[in-house]
């Protein structure tokens, strides 16, 4: 089975670079954190990552075991921040799966908002604020989105940060993907623009290596206590050797290097899938991303086509796995990051464009 379903960016470097970073400690004890340090991390580790990650002035940051935990640390302090009459989330219509099932879990309602080609629409989103149910929260993911790989304008990221202002709402801004699109391809962070009311989350198990598994949130300083709680009492602090070993990546450079690498390497798959597939089935333009959103044939199921594209030999994600409320609908998220062999996404390609007919 070839995987066009999981998206975890990866280059052959970047196991050397761990590797190397992890001798380094290992050859050095004075280097090795002795302890768990405070929950949000070691400060040392938290300084030398947050210039690799881009944070904004005036916020905080906390190193978390994953970039799911940093997300849900990010959602829950930002909850715990509203009143409980506004103890509601507002999302993209599609939306990260994994934060639909969490609030799912956690029974968090949440309402989804429609999106366009430049993101949220925004009287959408007024209308739902001036609503009898207004959301407290909002999250969502504006640069190189997860599955649409939309990037927002910087007008509509303006729009919504003084909406967030006038009806005090709390915002978290999902960054996982943003790193494969260099700065002058990217609009500022809602952080930047509103960061007395932003929580942001990146995953450096995509920035860096899978082998990492940590994340990170930025938040104001006025929630510190409240993410170090949600760190401390779910358990959530980063394993110290592997945030320091991510540190001194970051450090000596060698971070900025596999992000280079992965931007190349991304390149070089979606030349890949537009000559495989052509681009006529794109259902919105990837930008710098490692996924592309795409139409599959009309007048079949979702379950029919995925099991006719598993029968001839690949899997891809359907559209119902990342609607807020698990709508079919004829589109699909195909990655490029799921076979790290440049060959095997080939063949994996090829099979999908006679699944789809091309
Ligand atoms: C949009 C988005 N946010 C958050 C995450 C969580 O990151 P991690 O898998 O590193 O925990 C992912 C992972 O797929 C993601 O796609």
Same mark, same amino acid.
């Given at each position: 089975?070839?995987?066009?379903?999981?998206?975890? @960016?990866?280059? =052959?470097?970047?196991? #050397? &670079?761990? *590797?190397?970073? !992890?001798?380094?400690?290992?050859?050095?004890?004075? $280097? +090795?954190?002795?302890?768990?340090?405070?929950? @949000?991390?070691? =400060?040392?580790?938290? #300084? &030398?990552? *947050?210039?690799? !990650?881009?944070?904004?002035?005036?916020?905080?940051? $906390? +190193?978390?075991?994953?970039?799911?935990?940093?997300?849900?640390?990010?959602?829950?302090? #930002?909850?715990? *921040?509203?009143?409980?009459?506004?103890?509601?989330?507002?999302?993209? $219509?599609?939306?990260?799966?994994?934060?639909?099932?969490?609030?799912?879990?956690?029974?968090?309602?949440?309402?989804?908002?429609?999106?366009?080609?430049?993101?949220?629409?925004?009287? $959408?989103?007024?209308?739902?604020?001036?609503?009898?149910?207004?959301?407290?929260?909002?999250?969502?993911?504006?640069?190189?989105?997860?599955?649409?790989?939309?990037?927002?304008?910087?007008?509509?990221?303006?729009?919504?940060?003084?909406?967030?202002?006038?009806?005090?709402?709390?915002?978290?801004?999902?960054?996982?993907?943003?790193?494969?699109?260099?700065?002058?391809?990217?609009?500022?962070?809602?952080?930047?623009?509103?960061?007395?009311?932003?929580?942001?989350?990146?995953?450096?198990?995509?920035?860096?290596?899978?082998?990492?598994?940590?994340?990170?949130?930025?938040?104001?300083?006025?929630?510190?206590?409240?993410?170090?709680?949600?760190?401390?009492?779910?358990?959530?602090?980063?394993?110290?050797?592997?945030?320091?070993?991510?540190?001194?990546?970051?450090?000596?450079?060698?971070?900025?290097?596999?992000?280079?690498?992965?931007?190349?390497?991304?390149?070089?798959?979606?030349?890949?899938?537009?000559?495989?597939?052509?681009?006529?089935?794109?259902?919105?333009?990837?930008?710098?991303?490692?996924?592309?959103?795409?139409?599959?044939?009309?007048?079949?199921?979702?379950?029919?086509?995925?099991?006719?594209?598993?029968?001839?030999?690949?899997?891809?994600?359907?559209?119902?796995?990342?609607?807020?409320?698990?709508?079919?609908?004829?589109?699909?998220?195909?990655?490029?990051?799921?076979?790290?062999?440049?060959?095997?996404?080939?063949?994996?390609?090829?099979?999908?464009?006679?699944?789809?007919?091309?």
């Amino acid at each position: 089975m070839y995987d066009l379903w999981v998206n975890y @960016p990866a280059v =052959p470097a970047q196991q #050397a &670079a761990v *590797a190397e970073a !992890l001798r380094g400690l290992a050859a050095d004890p004075e $280097a +090795l954190p002795a302890g768990f340090g405070p929950p @949000p991390g070691d =400060p040392r580790s938290r #300084a &030398a990552l *947050a210039p690799l !990650l881009g944070m904004a002035p005036g916020q905080d940051l $906390a +190193l978390t075991c994953g970039g799911q935990s940093a997300l849900s640390v990010a959602l829950l302090a #930002a909850l715990g *921040a509203t009143s409980p009459a506004r103890r509601r989330v507002a999302v993209e $219509a599609y939306t990260f799966p994994m934060a639909r099932n969490f609030f799912r879990m956690e029974g968090i309602p949440t309402l989804g908002l429609p999106v366009d080609a430049e993101g949220l629409q925004t009287d $959408a989103l007024e209308r739902a604020l001036a609503s009898a149910d207004p959301p407290g929260v909002l999250y969502l993911m504006p640069v190189l989105h997860n599955p649409l790989g939309l990037t927002y304008s910087a007008a509509r990221l303006q729009r919504i940060a003084a909406i967030a202002r006038c009806h005090g709402l709390w915002v978290v801004e999902d960054e996982a993907y943003a790193f494969l699109a260099a700065p002058e391809q990217r609009p500022p962070t809602l952080a930047s623009l509103i960061p007395e009311r932003t929580l942001v989350m990146w995953s450096l198990s995509k920035i860096l290596s899978l082998s990492l598994r940590l994340g990170a949130l930025s938040h104001p300083p006025a929630l510190a206590d409240a993410v170090a709680e949600q760190v401390r009492i779910r358990g959530l602090t980063a394993n110290p050797v592997v945030a320091a070993a991510a540190a001194a990546m970051a450090t000596d450079g060698c971070a900025a290097r596999i992000v280079a690498e992965k931007r190349a390497e991304g390149e070089r798959r979606r030349a890949m899938a537009r000559d495989i597939l052509g681009t006529r089935r794109f259902a919105a333009d990837p930008g710098a991303s490692w996924h592309i959103w795409m139409r599959r044939p009309e007048g079949e199921t979702e379950a029919d086509f995925l099991a006719r594209a598993r029968a001839a030999g690949v899997s891809i994600a359907p559209a119902k796995h990342f609607h807020h409320l698990d709508r079919e609908a004829p589109l699909f998220r195909l990655s490029l990051g799921g076979e790290a062999d440049p060959a095997r996404l080939e063949a994996g390609l090829r099979i999908l464009a006679e699944v789809l007919g091309e």
